[in-house]
């Protein structure tokens, strides 16, 4: 089975603090994905990378950044923390090419950060 | 815009009862993929059905079934003999092309949560 992982389960940080999130996948996809889920706003997309070092701004990539130095990991970074941060963090990966039944993206358990 | 709507913010359903799970989307693009995803208090988002545009037959896996009215944009998923375990968030999802470089990404509704009662 695909495994992703994402580091933290839970993160409180104050305000101005800078904040990695990691994520790994143990099945060589080539495609990551940041995700932020609210409540009544579902999952809206912060950031995409095709492949190594590559990244695409997703909906919301406002107040984010990312890498991806290696193939296995994708981290999101929060240069500067807000209270409107707070929120829960999902990463995802998949197979390069298009969305199908054989080609979902598989998520991690989420990163829950609150921001004080 | 593509866009995904779920109306019913919870549902509660006796168990061994089905319940339908609303989901309307909409869209211009003539090809496009269905997704329902289940997010129990884990917070693990787990695959359940996919539907393509294209499919003549509606999506079937185990005791979920997605039915799929194309000229009404719908695609809801139905959970047959509800079990205590299917108490979850339920997230429907599409497809939406990103830019002109062949890659797409998954749009989200707010998702349902259901409560399975016993």
């Known amino acids: 089975d695909v495994k992703v992982t994402q580091s933290s389960r839970y993160l409180v940080k104050r305000t101005g603090e800078k904040v990695f999130l990691e994520c790994v996948q143990d099945?060589?996809?080539?495609?990551m994905f940041w995700y932020r889920q609210d409540p009544g706003l579902g999952l809206r997309l912060i950031y995409f990378?095709?492949?190594?070092?590559?990244?695409e701004k997703g909906d919301i990539p406002e107040g984010y950044s990312v890498s991806r130095e290696k193939k296995e990991r994708f981290s999101l970074i929060l240069e500067s923390a807000s209270t409107n941060q707070t929120s829960m963090y999902l990463c995802?990966?998949?197979?390069?090419?298009?969305?199908?039944?054989?080609?979902?993206?598989?998520f991690g358990a989420g990163s829950r950060l609150t921001v004080l | 815009a593509q866009k995904i709507t779920q109306t019913q913010p919870g549902m509660f359903v006796q168990e061994k009862e089905a319940v339908t799970l609303d989901c309307t989307y909409d869209?211009?693009?003539?090809?496009?993929?269905l997704f329902w995803y289940k997010q129990p208090s884990s917070g693990e988002m787990i695959f359940l059905i996919y539907?393509?545009?294209?499919?003549?037959q509606n999506a079937t896996e185990g005791r979920y079934s997605l039915n799929f009215q194309k000229a009404r944009k719908s695609a809801n998923l139905v959970i047959s003999a509800s079990q205590l375990g299917d108490s979850a968030m339920y997230f429907c999802?599409?497809?939406?092309?990103?830019?002109?470089?062949?890659?797409?990404?998954?749009?989200f509704g707010a998702g349902t949560r259901l409560a399975v009662h016993p």
């Open positions: 999802a599409m497809r939406e092309a990103l830019g002109g470089g062949g890659y797409n990404k998954l749009i």
């Open positions: 990378s095709y492949d190594v070092k590559m990244k």
């Open positions: 099945m060589d996809h080539e495609n």
């Open positions: 869209t211009s693009d003539p090809s496009y993929g």
């Open positions: 995802a990966s998949r197979m390069t090419g298009g969305f199908s039944g054989a080609n979902v993206l598989t």
């Open positions: 539907q393509g545009s294209y499919d003549q």
